[in-house]
Structures are given as C-alpha cells and as structure tokens.
C-alpha cells in the first residue's frame, strides 16, 4: 500500500488550436474556402476575432479545438464527479481486468495532515487491501474482489474535451467550492490549456474571475485571493 498525487498531462491537442478557431469563426462571414483563410489571417486577427467570439459568448466555435489529457494519481470518489461532464470523451483504467499487486491509494490533505486520523484511515485501508489480495488468492476474479476496494483507491483516466467544455468545466470545477481533489486537477489542466490555447483560455477559470460570486451564501469569500492566484498561475 502507497499513497499517490495527482499527475495532469496535455498528452495531444488540435494542432494550432486558435488558428483553427479563428478560421471557423471567420468562414461565416467570408466567401472564401477555410484552408484559404487559414493561411491569410495573421496572429493579430486570430487573437483578436477568438477576443471577439469569447465575449460575445459564440463559443461554437471553440468545439472544432480538441485536448486530450492523461490524469493519474487520482481517486475513484474524483472521477465519479468528473464523469458527470457528458460532452466529453473518457477512457478509464479497469478494475475489472487489472489486478492490482500493490493497492495505490489517495489520501485527502486535512487526513494526512492529522497524525491520529491519518494512522487509522491507514489502518483501514490497509485492512481492505489484505481482502481484496485474500480474495484473488483465493481465485476470485478482479472484477468480483474490486467490490472490498475504497473509494479512494488510485484509478489513472484519459479525458477529452473541446475547449468550449473546458471553459465550462473550468468554471465549476476550479472553484474553491468544488471538492480538493478535482479542483486540484481542473487548476492544472486549465494551466496546460493556457499555454497551448493562451487566447482562448484567458480569463477561464471561476465566475469570480469575470463578475461577482455566484455562490450567495455559500461563496468561500476569498474572491481577490482567487483572481490574484488565477492572474499569476
């Protein structure tokens, strides 16, 4: 048994990912073929018609870009929410067909940083492992003795999203609302997309960082702690 952290990886992403948006944008309105106004706009154009489109709110456009992630080091309980994002493509390591030999567990940040607790969630944790290892010793398949496994048990999983369901998905999960653990990974992922999408991606993040908390009574109140840290991620 080992605890793991999250790792985020932008393994693949439409090559060019503004310049195809752009493109698209721009075709509505213009008579020419899109391979023709790929090659005629200049970075200038693209930064700002892509400026245009985001504010406006025309965000069909940013469909026709693609990211593909790779996350790993993270748990079963993280990826149950993540799922519910339908208007993306997922690919998940089997419980059914892996067996696992050495368990890789998550342990959340307020367990581990109690000494007590945490040599109890360890104890737990170390108890289902021993079952789970009982259970396919005994010839019983992974896909039977997964059952006795934790939520917190690590799963690695492959996500696909187009960039306008990153800026939705950026907007609730990279809240101080959303739980630790996803919140964690959509922050890193949303660094990633910057550096390959700049335009697209700035200002993505919180509805802090673009109007008042939407939240009401259950806002975090941390909204200028929440712009700085997005300002200079």
């Not at 993040?205 to 200079?232: D, H, I, Q, W, Y």
Request: hydrophobic share 35%; proline share 5%.
């Amino acid at each position: 048994m080992h605890f793991v952290k999250p790792k985020v990886e932008l393994l693949r992403h439409t090559p060019d990912p503004e310049r195809v948006v752009a493109s698209a944008a721009h075709l509505c309105y213009n008579s020419s073929g899109l391979a023709e106004i790929q090659k005629s706009m200049t970075d200038k154009q693209v930064e700002r018609l892509i400026g245009h489109c985001v504010s406006m709110g025309h965000h069909s456009v940013l469909e026709h870009a693609t990211f593909t992630y790779g996350v790993e080091g993270i748990s079963r309980t993280m990826t149950h929410q993540l799922v519910r994002h339908r208007i993306a493509s997922y690919s998940q390591q089997s419980q059914r067909y892996v067996e696992y030999d050495d368990v890789s567990f998550i342990v959340p940040p307020k367990i581990a940083g109690d000494e007590r607790l945490l040599d109890k969630y360890k104890e737990v944790l170390r108890e289902q492992e021993k079952a789970y290892r009982a259970l396919v010793d005994s010839g019983i398949a992974p896909e039977d003795a997964r059952y006795v496994l934790p939520n917190a048990t690590e799963t690695k999983i492959a996500i696909t999203m187009n960039a306008r369901e990153l800026l939705h998905f950026f907007t609730v999960r990279c809240c101080n609302r959303a739980q630790w653990e996803i919140r964690a990974v959509a922050t890193e992922m949303l660094r990633l997309a910057r550096k390959a999408a700049p335009t697209v991606f700035n200002g993505a993040g919180p509805s802090c960082l673009r109007g008042p908390c939407p939240e009401g009574k259950m806002t975090c109140g941390k909204a200028e702690e929440v712009r700085e840290f997005f300002r200079n991620m």
